[in-house]
């Protein structure tokens, strides 16, 4: 009022709303501080359900990231594990089909070996008819073929390489018969090593011992034929010793007690020839 009484310029006007708060907060202290306190603990809430709201945004969306990984690899594993399945089941149908294969070619070369048996038997048995030793010869000769042919289809397993072992046996004693006597030599020699082999692993099989047995018999019917009464000894003596592993088989088998002492007769006969020859 003095300043406008002395025409100077006023200094009044009217109070700013920061004004106006300072001094509501300084009538009412109590009730400014509460409502501080409250706004802060607002503005504290809100910005932890933000931040609380990121971090779940964020686990959600490392969860959906897992889920689909979990998804992408359980399904590479059913695709692998169908996939080996299959492959299983492709491997055991490989397997019947390789067995079945065996075991109709081991039935094929059964049947053949008995075939051929059977005409290398009735060959020898015409040779003993003396018109018919050309027919005999020619029999014998074809029928050595088709040994030589079979002999061929041996494999790495037992029943084949049984099999090689007889067809080596009946080869050598056509040869012999044809008075061939090296080829004859050599095949009973391998057929007798081949037997001897597989008696290695089945010291109770009576069908080896029985070709064994029979094959030393007609190599040394061969070595005495030519002279080598030694070696024959030896074949025989071998022989012999099937035999009397027969004879542990079947103690009391007739057929083997015969052969054994038709053995021991030869031995006895080349023996005496060897004595009178070195003499």
């Not at 059913?78 to 491997?91: C, F």
């Not at 397993?157 to 072992?165: M, S, V």
């Not at 007769?265 to 005496?272: F, K, R, S, Y």
Request: hydrophobic fraction near 35%; include cysteine.
């Amino acid at each position: 009022l003095r300043a406008i009484q002395r025409g100077e310029p006023i200094q009044a006007r009217p109070a700013s709303a920061s004004e106006r708060f300072w001094k509501l907060v300084r009538r009412h202290p109590t009730v400014s501080s509460l409502s501080v306190l409250t706004i802060v603990a607002i503005v504290a809430g809100v910005v932890g359900v933000l931040r609380e709201s990121q971090r779940a945004s964020r686990e959600r969306d490392r969860a959906l990231e897992l889920s689909v990984a979990f998804s992408r690899e359980r399904d590479e594993a059913r695709e692998q594990r169908r996939s080996a399945e299959h492959q299983k089941t492709m491997a055991e149908s490989a397997r019947t089909e390789a067995v079945i294969a065996r075991q109709q070619a081991e039935q094929s070369l059964d049947q053949a070996l008995t075939a051929i048996n059977s005409l290398s038997k009735f060959g020898i048995e015409l040779r003993q008819t003396p018109q018919q030793q050309k027919t005999s010869r020619r029999i014998l000769e074809e029928t050595l073929k088709l040994y030589d042919q079979l002999e061929q289809s041996h494999g790495t397993n037992t029943r084949l390489r049984r099999q090689l072992a007889f067809t080596l046996v009946r080869a050598g004693e056509i040869q012999s018969v044809l008075r061939d006597t090296t080829k004859a030599n050599d095949a009973l020699r391998r057929g007798i090593s081949l037997l001897s082999e597989e008696l290695k692993g089945n010291r109770d099989d009576l069908e080896l011992w029985r070709f064994l047995s029979y094959a030393n018999w007609v190599h040394g019917n061969l070595l005495k034929d030519t002279g080598r009464l030694p070696e024959a000894i030896d074949a025989y003596s071998q022989g012999l010793a099937a035999i009397n592993e027969e004879l542990r088989l079947l103690p009391n088998d007739t057929d083997r007690i015969r052969g054994k002492a038709n053995l021991l007769t030869n031995i006895c006969a080349v023996t005496t020839a060897e004595r009178r020859f070195s003499d």
